[in-house]
């Protein structure tokens, strides 16, 4: 079993509408859950974290974490073409000094005006 | 400030051809890593720096051989590239992220290599 797993999609929906995205994890080592986001033909970059559990927002964007079930997921309200990419979850391996990360397969969304 | 930069950008080998893909940093992080993207695969981490002067394996480091240059530079050798190695490598650099310190990674633009 993969220690992060994300379906790959394709998801694709209208413009304007609400993006739920998710990834579930097996290693409960796991404390600081980032997110990053990847246009197509670039390198991934990063869109938020958030530790433990619990919700963070930022704009359009909401992280939110529920460590007692292993599930991350990150909204997206008011969704625009501008946010057609592909989304990696990326928990850091716990107790590193150097942040190696462990990235989820991706999962690839569409957003049609 | 460049960031992350990557050369060469496209690269096609035969079976057996070596090479090296490069990977420069001008954010005076110390540790940098190499990821290859595979699709439905994600990203997977081949070898990484935590710091000048070290080096260790990742996740799947058969077939590469990684070298820190120095703080700004960390390149990645394939010997006798195959066609599985046919792929999207990414560098990356960080931080040494403390305790509460940010664990991001920025990453370069990657390097398109196919092997025939």
């Known amino acids: 079993q993969k220690e992060v797993e994300q379906d790959p999609g394709p998801l694709s929906v209208p413009e304007g509408a609400i993006v739920s995205l998710n990834c579930t994890y097996s290693?409960?080592?796991?404390?600081?859950f980032m997110w990053y986001r990847q246009y197509s033909r670039k390198g991934p970059e990063l869109l938020m974290y958030?530790?433990?559990?619990g919700n963070k927002e930022d704009g359009r964007f909401t992280a939110q974490v529920d460590k007692s079930s292993k599930y991350i997921s990150l909204f997206i309200r008011d969704s625009q073409p501008s946010d057609s990419a592909t989304y990696l979850c990326?928990?850091?391996?716990?107790?590193?000094?150097?942040?190696?990360?462990?990235f989820g397969q991706g999962t690839i969304l569409t957003v049609h005006p | 400030n460049a960031g992350v930069t990557q050369t060469p950008k496209f690269q096609v080998l035969k079976t057996g051809q070596s090479m090296t893909l490069q990977c420069a940093q001008d954010?005076?992080?110390?540790?940098m890593y190499w990821y290859r993207q595979d699709p439905g695969m994600g990203l997977r981490l081949i070898y990484y720096?935590?710091?000048?002067?070290?080096?260790d394996k990742g996740e799947v480091p058969n077939g590469y051989n990684v070298s820190r240059l120095n703080k700004r530079e960390f390149s990645l050798r394939l010997e006798s590239a195959a066609p599985s190695q046919t792929s999207v490598y990414f560098c990356?650099?960080?931080?040494?992220?403390?305790?509460?310190?940010?664990?991001?990674?920025?990453f370069g633009p990657g390097t398109r290599l196919t092997v025939t």
């Open positions: 290693n409960s080592a796991f404390q600081y």
């Open positions: 720096s935590a710091s000048e002067g070290t080096t």
């Open positions: 990356a650099s960080s931080e040494v992220a403390g305790v509460g310190g940010s664990y991001e990674q920025y």
């Open positions: 958030t530790y433990s559990s």
């Open positions: 954010m005076n992080h110390n540790s």
């Open positions: 990326a928990p850091p391996v716990g107790g590193t000094s150097y942040g190696k990360l462990t």
